[in-house]
T-cell receptor, first 111, second 110 residues
């Protein structure tokens, strides 16, 4: 079966600390993968997407970066977190013509 | 103008009534349209997709699409308290991306 895993579920990090969020998918090959962020009470903002290994498209300039080291692995990183990086981070993959399937999300609080 | 617009609500509907959620989009080239439900603190889950003009029904849910008016709606019949959630409209942009509205918060009152 096709599943998407995202971890950790919650994270509290101090300002200026690094960040690494990981997303992996199972049961599919060469998926399109996406990172979204949802600020409190807001909609989903597309941060990055990837159509293949090493291929990253950035949607919003910021202090975050993404990498795709393996076909089914997508990583979101930051060298130095800002308070404004707090939010709910969601990984998703494009399930053919039927929209996205989302991971369970990581709630990041920068303090 | 935002690419996908929804009334943020909150929308309050009595139990058993019809809830009507609306969405407009700006990209006339969009081909696929989706409604997601998001419970508080959870990730969105797909509940309806629609690709051609008209109505599409799935159980208590009906999606309606009017490409000429760039308008998508979701009707929920016989609303239940468990339908209380935020509903996100999403529209394709190009072949690979979805653009989301800000969501409408729906509350079903017993």
């Amino acid at each position: 079966s096709q599943t998407i895993h995202q971890w950790p579920a919650t994270l509290v990090q101090p300002v200026g600390s690094p960040l690494s969020l990981e997303c992996t998918v199972e049961g599919t090959s060469n998926p399109n993968l996406y990172w979204y962020r949802q600020a409190a009470g807001r909609g989903l903002q597309l941060l990055f997407y990837s159509v293949g290994i090493g291929q990253i498209s950035s949607e919003v300039p910021q202090n975050l970066s993404a990498s795709r080291p393996q076909d089914r692995q997508f990583i979101l990183s930051s060298k130095k977190l800002l308070l404004s990086d707090s939010g709910f981070y969601l990984c998703a993959w494009l399930t053919g013509g039927n929209g996205y399937t989302f991971g369970s999300g990581t709630r990041l609080t920068v303090v | 103008q935002k690419e996908v617009e929804q009334n943020s609500g909150p929308l309050s509907v009595p139990e058993g009534a019809i809830a009507s959620l609306n969405c407009t989009y700006s990209d006339r080239g969009s081909q696929s349209f989706f409604w997601y439900r998001q419970y508080s603190g959870k990730s969105p889950e797909l509940i309806m997709s629609i690709y051609s003009n008209g109505d599409k029904e799935d159980g208590r849910f009906t999606a309606q699409l009017n490409k000429a008016s760039q308008y998508v709606s979701l009707l929920i019949r016989d609303s239940q308290p468990s339908d209380s959630a935020t509903y996100l409209c999403a529209v394709t942009q190009g072949a690979q991306k979805l653009v989301f509205g800000q969501g409408t918060r729906l509350t079903i009152n017993p």
